[in-house]
């Protein structure tokens, strides 16, 4: 099971950026994957999850500015984040808790928002 994230990166606050996380190694369609973010000094936090069709959830700060889609074609989830905040600054992972019982996460892409 392999979770690899792609997309951060130095953007001003109200800006944009659209996260990736392809999946590999399992089959994709079966499982949920989330994201989940860590900033400087703070716990690890989770910000969305990929469930299918509109049944997707969000943490409360995140709502109506985040969207989280799955392309099951390719495997890759993406967060797409919009009017991007300061407190935004984080390490952001995707995870999917696997059959087994195990929980799988990506090495994290680092999204800062600063002017």
């Known amino acids: 099971v392999q979770l690899v994230e792609s997309g951060g990166g130095l953007v001003q606050p109200g800006g944009s950026l659209k996260l990736s996380c392809a999946v590999s190694?399992?089959?994709?369609?079966?499982?949920?994957i989330a994201w989940y973010r860590q900033a400087p000094g703070k716990e690890r936090e989770f910000v969305a999850d990929s469930a299918h069709g509109d049944s997707a959830t969000y943490l409360d700060s995140v709502k109506g500015r985040f969207t989280v889609s799955r392309d099951e074609d390719k495997s890759t989830v993406h967060l797409q984040m919009n009017s991007l905040k300061p407190e935004d600054t984080a390490v952001y992972y995707c995870?999917?808790?696997?059959?087994?019982?195990?929980?799988?996460w990506g090495p994290g892409t680092r999204v800062t928002v600063s002017s």
């Open positions: 190694g399992i089959p994709f369609s079966s499982y949920i």
């Open positions: 995870t999917l808790h696997y059959s087994d019982g195990r929980d799988f």
